[in-house]
Structures are given as structure tokens and as C-alpha cells.
């Protein structure tokens, strides 16, 4: 049984920072392309940052929006992905949820980030 398990988030300031872990099990995270996807309320669910597997070269990318702010990594002895999240904003608040994709996809049940001006 897979399960992905968000913790980290809460209320800070603008300019602030947060890290984000996600904690996995049922599956090897070195295998899974991992990623950070967030939703604020009235919105579509987008895509924050991504790591590929250990087999597709460890490739992040990340969102226009947080590209310099956020860093995405993983610690596979740990079985655990992070989001450094740093110079937050107010457009940074919504719920962040982890996610595992390799054929199947998997979500965690999300952690919410609420950043005050």
C-alpha cells in the first residue's frame, strides 16, 4: 500500500521560509518522478516543482513562479522528498500536496502553506 504523508506547512510571514517534507512508503521514491503540486481555493491544481527518477537523471524543473525561491530534493535513504521553500509571497498560499508518479500516480493528502503580507 502506497502512502504519501505532507507535513511542514503553516502560517508565516511574507519573506518568510517553510520546508515541506513528504514521507513515502510502498514505494522506492528513487524510481518515481516526485513532485510538489499546490491548489488554492477557486483554482486548478498546478505543478510547483519535480524531480525525475534516479534512472531519468535526477531532473528538477519548477514553476515560473517559484523558479530561484524553491528547491526540490530527495533523500531516498530516508524515503523522503522536500520543497525548500524560501522569499515566500501571499500568492504562495494554497494546500501543497506531494505527488508519485511512475505508471501510477500517487497523492498525499496534502499540507496547507498560508503566507501573511
Known amino acids: 500500500q502506497v502512502q504519501l504523508v505532507e507535513s511542514g506547512g503553516g502560517l508565516v510571514q511574507a519573506g518568510g521560509s517553510l520546508r515541506l517534507s513528504c514521507a513515502a512508503s510502498?514505494?522506492?521514491?528513487?524510481?518515481?518522478?516526485m513532485a510538489w503540486y499546490r491548489q488554492a481555493p477557486g483554482t486548478q491544481r498546478e505543478l510547483v516543482a519535480a524531480?525525475?527518477?534516479?534512472?531519468?537523471?535526477?531532473?528538477?524543473n519548477y514553476a515560473d513562479s517559484v523558479k530561484g525561491r524553491f528547491t526540490i530534493s530527495r533523500d531516498n535513504g530516508k524515503k523522503t522528498v522536500y520543497l525548500q521553500m524560501n522569499s515566500l509571497k501571499p500568492e504562495d498560499t494554497a494546500v501543497y500536496y506531494c505527488?508519485?508518479?511512475?505508471?501510477?500516480?500517487?497523492w498525499g493528502q496534502g499540507t496547507q502553506v498560508t503566507v501573511s503580507s
Open positions: 524531480i525525475t527518477s534516479v534512472t531519468s537523471g535526477g531532473i528538477t
Open positions: 510502498g514505494i522506492l521514491i528513487s524510481l518515481n518522478r
Open positions: 505527488n508519485a508518479q511512475r505508471g501510477n500516480s500517487y
